[in-house]
Structure formats: C-alpha cells, structure tokens
C-alpha cells in the first residue's frame, strides 16, 4: 500500500514499530504496532519505505499455507467471446 502522503523521517522510521510512536496530532500510535505483531505472528514480514514530501510504501508478505492451497477449489475460468 502507498500513499502521497507526508512521508516519515529516518528518526520516525526507526521507532514506528513501538507502542504510541505516531506522526499524528490525533492517534494514540499503535495501529503499527499492532500490524507488526499480526504479521510477525503469522511468520510474515512488513516493510516500510518512506521519503519526507513524497509518501510511503507499506508491504506484507506473508507465507503461503501449501495445505490450505491444496484444499482450495480450483479457479473459475471463464472465457470471454
């Protein structure tokens, strides 16, 4: 996800994993926090680029289960005339 938005400073980006480590004037900075823990718990990554006037990249990856891929119905095909 990007955004074009403010951007984050060096300093901002080293801490904006912690508890309560916000860029906002209202916020209580720990939905980032909060997505760390839910990626990490699932063995996933999260990555943050940013630029101060230029916006930032958040990108999660997260493992694919090959069981749940297995069990998964097969894709719908449609064809288009």
């Known amino acids: ?20 480590a916000t860029t906002k004037k209202k916020g209580n900075g720990l939905g980032m926090a909060i997505c760390y823990g839910i990626v990490k718990n699932h063995n996933g990554d999260i ?20 069981e749940v891929v297995r069990a998964a119905p097969p894709p719908e ?3 288009l005339v």
């Open 77 to 79: 095909v449609v064809l």
């Open 1 to 20: 996800m990007s955004d074009s938005g403010a951007g984050m400073g060096q300093d901002m980006l080293d801490r904006l994993f912690q508890p309560f």
């Open 47 to 66: 990555r943050v680029q940013s630029k101060l006037g230029e916006g930032t990249t958040v990108t999660i990856r997260l493992p694919v289960d090959p």
